[in-house]
């Protein structure tokens, strides 16, 4: 199967300090796969070397056979990466529909086993926010935020939705309302990058898994492959 997203042997680094050496993953046409590890072990800054907000000093990124790498954010997010950014970020001023509306795009990636989205099937996939379509970005509580990030992401109808903490912060019953959002996208054939603590949601969702260890790859596989060896879940996450 082709992938749809590589990344490989990529170095990056925050001035002297380096933090991805010679990061590579991929994701396949219709996967999720998730990056796991302790924090700080380099999930965000790959997330920002995909999104060109930190330039890489060396490898390559590849979507769709398109190279990324050196391209600007908006170049990049028009290919069709879509992203839920950590804490979220809804513009706080803005009301729930203009926070929509602000990033709205028609589908260019040229999947066209893709349903488009528009404002209507954002508020039929996630009716919370068509409730609160004329509140502002201030007023929502944690989980109407992350949703409302989510459909933000949609909105800008991508091939690949990618997510920086998920559930980061959330009630339990909140976290069950998102972990259904995604599976539903999976099954509707969106691909998805999934960064979140909770091994357990993400084992049952997500297809592939990548663990990261101080900026690479140190262990790769299937979600089954996973639980039957939870020794490489307690010693790179530190988790039962
Ligand atoms: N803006 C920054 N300036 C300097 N160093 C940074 C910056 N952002 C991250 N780092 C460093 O880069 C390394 C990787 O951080 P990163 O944010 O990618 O980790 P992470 O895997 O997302 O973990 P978590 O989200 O749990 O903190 C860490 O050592 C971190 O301290
Ligand atoms: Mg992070």
């Given at each position: 199967m082709n992938a749809l997203l590589e990344m490989n042997d990529v170095h990056a680094s925050y001035g002297q300090a380096q933090?991805?050496?010679?990061?590579?993953?991929?994701?396949?046409?219709g996967e999720v796969v998730t990056l796991l590890g302790r924090n700080g072990m380099g999930r965000s800054t790959t997330i920002k070397c995909l999104f060109g907000m930190l330039a890489p000093s060396s490898?390559?990124?590849?979507?769709?056979?398109?190279?990324?790498?050196?391209?600007?954010?908006?170049?990049?997010?028009?290919l069709g990466l879509g992203l839920v950014p950590e804490g979220r970020q809804v513009f706080p001023d803005l009301s729930v529909e203009e926070n929509l509306v602000?990033?709205?795009?028609?589908?260019?990636?040229?999947?066209?086993?893709?349903?488009?989205?528009?404002?209507?099937?954002v508020y039929a996939f996630f009716p919370r926010l068509k409730q609160r379509r004329n509140n502002y970005g201030w007023q929502l509580s944690g989980g109407e935020q992350q949703m409302l990030a989510i459909g933000r992401a949609l909105m800008t109808n991508p091939c690949l939705l990618v997510l920086d903490e998920a559930t980061e912060g959330l009630a339990p019953i909140i976290r069950q309302e998102i972990w259904a959002a995604l599976a539903a996208l999976k099954k509707e054939g969106l691909s998805q990058i999934?960064?979140?603590?909770?091994?357990?949601?993400?084992?049952?969702?997500?297809?592939?898994?990548?663990?990261?260890?101080?900026g690479r790859v140190v262990w790769q596989g299937g979600s089954d492959q996973l639980r039957a060896e939870p020794a490489i879940v307690q010693q790179y996450m530190g988790v039962a």
């Amino acid at each position: 199967m082709n992938a749809l997203l590589e990344m490989n042997d990529v170095h990056a680094s925050y001035g002297q300090a380096q933090a991805l050496f010679g990061m590579g993953f991929d994701v396949r046409e219709g996967e999720v796969v998730t990056l796991l590890g302790r924090n700080g072990m380099g999930r965000s800054t790959t997330i920002k070397c995909l999104f060109g907000m930190l330039a890489p000093s060396s490898g390559s990124i590849r979507l769709a056979g398109k190279t990324l790498a050196g391209m600007p954010s908006h170049g990049i997010a028009r290919l069709g990466l879509g992203l839920v950014p950590e804490g979220r970020q809804v513009f706080p001023d803005l009301s729930v529909e203009e926070n929509l509306v602000a990033t709205a795009r028609a589908p260019r990636h040229g999947n066209a086993n893709l349903q488009a989205w528009d404002l209507a099937r954002v508020y039929a996939f996630f009716p919370r926010l068509k409730q609160r379509r004329n509140n502002y970005g201030w007023q929502l509580s944690g989980g109407e935020q992350q949703m409302l990030a989510i459909g933000r992401a949609l909105m800008t109808n991508p091939c690949l939705l990618v997510l920086d903490e998920a559930t980061e912060g959330l009630a339990p019953i909140i976290r069950q309302e998102i972990w259904a959002a995604l599976a539903a996208l999976k099954k509707e054939g969106l691909s998805q990058i999934v960064i979140d603590k909770n091994v357990g949601a993400l084992m049952k969702f997500a297809d592939r898994h990548f663990v990261m260890e101080k900026g690479r790859v140190v262990w790769q596989g299937g979600s089954d492959q996973l639980r039957a060896e939870p020794a490489i879940v307690q010693q790179y996450m530190g988790v039962a």
